[in-house]
Structures are given as structure tokens and as C-alpha cells.
């Protein structure tokens, strides 16, 4: 007999990919890189302030350093007293005796007053409250047994600080509960939906008090309200609830104005509804205020179900005219407010930080297939192509909350389940050249002229850089040729970037088949732009090769261009030679190609018109698998009609994305075969073929998915002559294409069946190379 190992199968799984699209499993114990922190018992909250990680699970509470090295952790039981209503809460040392459990539901840094805010309820719904020194979580400075915010049974709450007085300077804590619907225990309360809690003994009542001077000011709601997020800026305060009424749901925005008491504050309650889908039943999941100015984002479910998210900006300057506070827990509002864009759509988005940069808003984008996504948007809400900044190996959730490493802000906090990750915003370093540093698209990364290398802003404090414009480009450097009735063939350059400072050698050269291409008359390089003159007053039939070389700092750029004269690009209108003409910097107008400054040079002018080509029209009817994991898939077969003249399979992720293109093998006509490539990122992707006219046709789709894992293997040994029937369980297991013993690298062998929990395969005969050995799966029959 022969041992599998994987007997024991650890807790995580690393993957190597080969070359040959194998698929590597072996387990390592332990994790983790750096940045990644696993803790004892699911993550509950968390929160980030100055230099310090707040993290709160199910067992304990954790103070961290930036870096998510550890500092220390508390441990809370409840003693409960027969008798008593009360549990009694004492920190006990690890492995205590202890009965009730405590479950922490707020958390807040109180960073003036150099504390921690942290509250939260027994098993028996008993109160309790600490206050605790910020820098070291040990010390404890008040505590209290009360209810403050929600229980564990109401976790659509929040709760929050805001500052009332006109001076802006009493800090109160605002907590918006969900009503509590199930089974009452020992010390559950009646407690409203708004409260205004104290946060010290001097404002009027105790810390913690939610008296006034005039009376117990709160709000109630009968209804069953959820809150997802709430903050402050300047004197309003914002609360984002869903209110879910029967199958539907609306989404509302509530505002309030620090005024100098809490009755007059909430008084001044005023609600609007979010308009986001026609008609249909919309949920926020997760919100983000946009940091400088009024602009706020959230991800919103737009069918009623789970699965399709949107990301909307919303301007929600505060409107205290007409309304009153009643319309807080009543289902039609007065007013309603309309998105000022909807910027990305994507399955299973579930939370959203938005953060800024120059002038560019940067959005880190989580989702329930455990992804991170990061997407830049311009002023006008024009998007560059999502990133995926980190994703797990399987469809883990990510907590719906997203924090900023406040010290660097080069890092994002992360958490699934009882992780947490930090995740660098940028990986400027990566890219080695100007181009590719601008082609990124990622407003965190300039290139430095002093260093030669691209970075974050903050490392070319004393040095001149360069990065992306102000608004979504596809070109570093684009060229118009620009003619007037009788004047010279001008050939214009604009280079696109933001620049610290005005290169004072900014110049181009151009160099042609002969020196003397441009005449000497040309205005003088004006940064952004030069302009050369043609001493030619035509430009020979078969084009012309021209170099132009762009210097600015110690930046030196090269482009090749083959200059065509415009009217001399001539054929049936199309939209394939409509595209040829723009490209060559000359525009469209009547049905035909013009100098630059004639007509339209906007790429989706072509868009409207015929394909033009000589071939019939392929169609795309099927792809076979079209759901496969992030490793992509050899052979699938794509079928449909009229692909004789199909040269590749294009596959797009977003139109603001590069698309790549996999060749095409066993072209019948009817199908052909082609291997969908590899993915950064899980989800959709459009497909179509392309032609040897460069247009491209159909719009299928492939999923990406997770890969597959194991979580375990029986039997776990094998005889040595083979043939053992093993079967593994885990997921996505229906991706697996072949198995591989390790001491056997080459001899591949198919599942006798899968499906997505389980496979079953025989083993392949013992090697000699010793008794154990490693378990790998196969995605290619290569
Ligand atoms: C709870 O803990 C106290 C103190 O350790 C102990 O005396 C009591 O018996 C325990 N009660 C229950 C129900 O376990
Ligand atoms: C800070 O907290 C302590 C303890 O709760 C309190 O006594 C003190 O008044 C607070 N200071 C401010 C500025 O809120
Ligand atoms: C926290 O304070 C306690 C008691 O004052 C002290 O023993 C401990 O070393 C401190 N921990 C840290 C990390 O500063
Ligand atoms: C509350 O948390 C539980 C468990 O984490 C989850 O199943 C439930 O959907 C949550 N409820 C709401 C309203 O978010
Ligand atoms: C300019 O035109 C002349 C005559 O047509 C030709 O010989 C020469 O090569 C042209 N020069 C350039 C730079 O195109
Ligand atoms: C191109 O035209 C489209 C539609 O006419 C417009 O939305 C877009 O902003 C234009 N792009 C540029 C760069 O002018
Ligand atoms: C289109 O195809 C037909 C027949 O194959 C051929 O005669 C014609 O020249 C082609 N036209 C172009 C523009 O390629
Ligand atoms: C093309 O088809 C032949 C015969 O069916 C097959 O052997 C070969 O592997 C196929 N090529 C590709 C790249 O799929």
C-alpha cells in the first residue's frame, strides 16, 4: 500500500501554474504573506485610526499596528448572576471558565479624546459598554453595563459619532438600530431606532445618557428599517437606510442638522428616496462618501435579488425644505433624487471606498467572489479599465466594509470571514517604462523624472513627473493632419498628461524619408502640443514613414506613424474604413474620409455605420464550456454560422479594457476551436470574432469562476499497482480536466466523473520515487 498524502489537507491550498496550463494542489500549512492577519473566531468590526487597526471577532478584540502586525488582544466573558438582570462582564485570561459570551456591535475611535468607544451585548442581549485608552487597548477608562446600539440579532445598524452645538464641538454617539424581531431574552429592552447617546458626564446626564434638557429625545420607527451607513459632514449628518416593505425594498437618504440640542436635531430629520431602478425594487449594500464635495457613492442590488449590482453617484447635498421628520418611517417620501451616473456593473458587488485622487475619483469595489476591484473615474464620470487588486481563490465574501491605511494611504484593509488582508492601492513599481506607466491609467501612479521610475506621487516630492490627464485617454500621443482650402498639410501632435510642472524643453523632432520634412514656419512646441508644417504640399500616394521623437524633462517618446493624405483614404463608406481613417488623424464627414478639421474624429461615429466587409456575417450560437475557472480553458469550441473566414476569438472584459485575442484552430465553418485565456478577474466577458477586416462579430459571453479546491480525499492510499478509485470533495471541481500524481508529472489522467462537489478518478501506478506524494489537478489535456 502506498499513501496519498492529503490524507490531512491543511487550510490552504497554493497553486502554481505551469506553463502548460497545469494545475498544481499541494498543501502548506499555515499562511501567510505579509499584510495578511488571520484572527480567532469570525470578524464582527473593525476600524482604522491614525496609525492603529481596531478588530473586533466574535471572541476577542485586537489592536494592530498599520502594518497588521499584533499589539494585543482582550478577551470579554459575561458571568451571568441568577437573580440579576445583568450579565457582569470581567476580562478573563485564555481558557477561563466562562458562560455568556460577548459580541462587540460598535466600535468607534474617539481620536480627539484619545479613546476607544466599544460596545456590544451578551448572549442574553446584556448590555455593556468601555471606554478604552486608544493607544493601548489594555488600559480601560469607564465601562459601564448599558445598551448602546444594536444586538447581535439586528445587525443592519449603525452607529457613529457626530459633533451638535453650534461650535460643532460636543460629540455625541448617533446609533440607527434595526428593530429587533425575534425571541426576547433575559435583558433584551425596548430600545428607538434613533438615539443620541452621550460620550462624557457632561452633557446633561451621564456618558451614555440620551437625555435632553427638555426630555428623552428619539425617534421610533413601527417599521422594520435597515441601515447601512451614516456620517457627518460639517453640521449634516447623513443616514442611508434600506426600508424593505413586503418583497420590495426602497433605498433613502436621511439628513439631519447638528443643532444645539438633540430634540431640535432630530426635529430636523428630512428624507428623500433614491430613485435607481425603473420601478424595480433596489437595495443599498454598501455606501461611500466621495472625500471633497457632495458626491457620494453607493453599490445597490437593481433586480430584487442578490446578484446584479450597480455602482451609482448620487449628489446629496442636503435639502431641508418641505417634508417633516415623519417621513423617516414612512414609505413614500415627498422627494426623490436621481443618480448623476452609473458607473460600473458587475455581479455580486457587495461594498465600496472611494477615495481621491488629483482630480480623478479612485473606487476600491469588493465583491462577494471574494475580488477587490479598483476603478479610476474622471470628472465626467468616464471609467478606465477595472483593476483587480486582489482575488481569492474561491468565493469567499468580503466583509462589507473597505478602510483606507490611514498612514500611507497606499493600502487598503480588507476582510473575509476571519481574515484581514492589506492590499497595496497601487503597484506603481511594476511598471518599467513611461508607456506602460501611463498606459496603467492609474491616477495613483507618476512617473518620476529624477528616480526613472514610475511611483506613487508622494516619492517624487523633489522631482518634475508626468502622469495620466485629467480625463479618460486612450493615447499618450495622438496627431490631426489638418489642411485649409489652400494653406498647407499640417500635421499636428498633442501629447496627453498631467504634468508637476511645464517641461521647459519640451520639443519635438520629426524625421520623414527626407530631412527637410517639416518647413521651418511652424509655431514654436508649446506644451502640450507641436505642429509640424509639411513642405510638401502633398503627400505621396503610398503614405509616408515619419518618426517623431518628444522630449520634455528627461523624457524622450518615440512614435512611428505612416502619414496618409486624408481624401486619399477612399472605399465604400464603412465602419472599418471609418476606423482607418480616424486612425490615420484625419475625421469623417459626408460618408467619407477629410483633413482633421473638417469633419467628426470621434471613434463612435463609426460605430453607426455598416461593417462594410466582403464576408458574410458570422454568428456566434454557442461556446462550449463557457463557464470555466480564472485559469481560462484549452479546446473550447465555438460554434455558429458563416466563421470560414474567422481569423480569432476577441475577449473583452469592459469596453474601457484592452481585449485579448486567442487564435482559432479546426475552422469548419460551423465551429472551431480556441482557448479561452486566462483571467485576472472572475466574471463576464464578451466574446466575438474577429475578421481579416479587423471587424469583430457576435456578442456571446464566457464566466469566469473560481478555481478548484479540495477539502478532502477518500481513500486516502492507494495499492501500488494503481487503479484505486479516489474521490475528492470541494468546489468547482467541474473545471478539473485531468489529475496528476507528482511522482508521475507527465501521465495525466481523466475524472471517471465530476461534478461541482465531487470527482472521482483511478490512481495511476506507484512510482518508484518513494511512498507519498503529492496531489495535482490538471486544466489542459495538453
Ligand atoms: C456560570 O459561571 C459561574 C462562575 O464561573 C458558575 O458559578 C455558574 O455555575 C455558571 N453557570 C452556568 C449556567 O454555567
Ligand atoms: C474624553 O473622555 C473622558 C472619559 O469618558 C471624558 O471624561 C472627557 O470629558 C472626554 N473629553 C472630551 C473632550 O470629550
Ligand atoms: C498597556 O498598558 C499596560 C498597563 O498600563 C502595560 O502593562 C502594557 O505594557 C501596555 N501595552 C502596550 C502595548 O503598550
Ligand atoms: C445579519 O447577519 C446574519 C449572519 O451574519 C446574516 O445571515 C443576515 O443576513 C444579516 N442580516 C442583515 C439584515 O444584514
Ligand atoms: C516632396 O515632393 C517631391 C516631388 O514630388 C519628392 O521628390 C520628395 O521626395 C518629396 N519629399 C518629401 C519629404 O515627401
Ligand atoms: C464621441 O461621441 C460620443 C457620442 O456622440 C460622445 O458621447 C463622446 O463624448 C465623444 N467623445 C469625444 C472624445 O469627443
Ligand atoms: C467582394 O467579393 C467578391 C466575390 O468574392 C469580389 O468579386 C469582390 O471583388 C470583393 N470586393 C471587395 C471590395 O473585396
Ligand atoms: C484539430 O482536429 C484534429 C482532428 O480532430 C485534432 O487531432 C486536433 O487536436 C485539433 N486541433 C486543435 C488545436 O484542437
Known sequence: MQAVSGSVFPRCWKMILLPALLLILWGEPGLCLGGNRRFDGHIRRFAVAIDTVYVATEKKLYQLSHDLTPVQSLTLRGIFKDGSRQDLFYRVSEGAEWNSTFSINILLPFVENHTLISCGVSDYECGYCEILDLKNISNRIYSENVRVGPTKRSNASVAFLVKLKKSLAHTYILSATQKYDGEFVKCSTYYPTLNLHNTNHDQMGEIFAVIDDQSTPNIICPGNMEFVDGFQISSTIYLLSNLPSGPKNTVRLNWLEAKENKVDTFK?????????????????????LIPGGSLWSGVFTVDGGQTNTELLVFDISPDFTGGTETDFCQLATSKTLKPKAVLFRQKHMSSVLAVRQRSWMVFFIGTGDGQLIKLAVDKNYHTTCPKVLYKADDDRQMFPQILLDQVDRRHVYVAFRDQMKLVPVSKCSTYTTVQQCWSAQDPHCVWCHSKQSCTFEDDCKDSDWVSIPDHVQQKMVSYQLVKDSTGPIKLNVHTHLTVSQVPSNFACQFSGPSTEFCGNKGPPPQFPQCTCILINGTIPAQGLDVTIRIRFGSVILAENLKLTSCPDIRGSPSSVLCQQCVKSGCSWRNNGCSWANEGVMND???????????????????????????????????????????????????????????????????????????????????????????????????????????????????????????????????????????????????????????????????????????????????
Open 268 to 288: 430636523s430629520l428630512r428624507t428623500v428616496t433614491l430613485s435607481v431602478s425603473d420601478g424595480g425594487s433596489s437595495r443599498l449594500l454598501s455606501s461611500s
Open 604 to 782: 463612435s461615429v463609426c460605430q453607426t455605420l455598416e461593417s462594410g466587409m466582403n464576408f458574410s456575417r458570422p454568428e456566434i450560437t454557442s461556446i462550449a464550456p463557457s463557464v470555466v475557472s480564472f485559469y481560462g480553458r484549452n479546446h473550447a469550441v465555438l460554434s455558429g454560422h458563416n466563421l470560414r473566414d474567422v481569423t480569432r476569438v476577441r475577449i473583452q472584459m469592459d469596453a474601457t479594457c484592452s481585449p485579448q485575442e486567442s487564435p482559432v484552430w479546426n475552422n469548419t465553418g460551423v465551429s472551431l476551436t480556441f482557448h479561452i485565456p486566462s483571467s485576472n478577474n472572475k466574471g463576464l466577458v464578451k466574446v466575438c470574432v474577429l475578421l481579416p477586416d479587423g471587424s469583430c462579430h457576435g456578442n456571446s459571453q464566457i464566466t469566469y469562476q473560481s478555481s478548484p479546491s479540495c477539502t478532502k480525499l477518500e481513500p486516502s492510499s492507494t495499492w501500488s499497482s494503481g487503479k484505486r478509485i479516489i474521490t475528492l470533495t470541494g468546489s468547482h471541481l467541474e473545471f478539473v480536466e485531468g489529475i496528476i500524481h507528482s511522482h508521475t508529472p507527465q501521465e495525466v489522467t481523466d475524472p471517471r466523473s465530476r461534478s461541482s462537489q465531487t470527482l472521482t478518478y483511478d490512481t495511476p501506478a506507484a512510482g518508484n520515487s518513494g511512498d507519498f506524494y503529492q496531489l495535482c489537478f490538471s486544466e489542459s489535456g495538453q
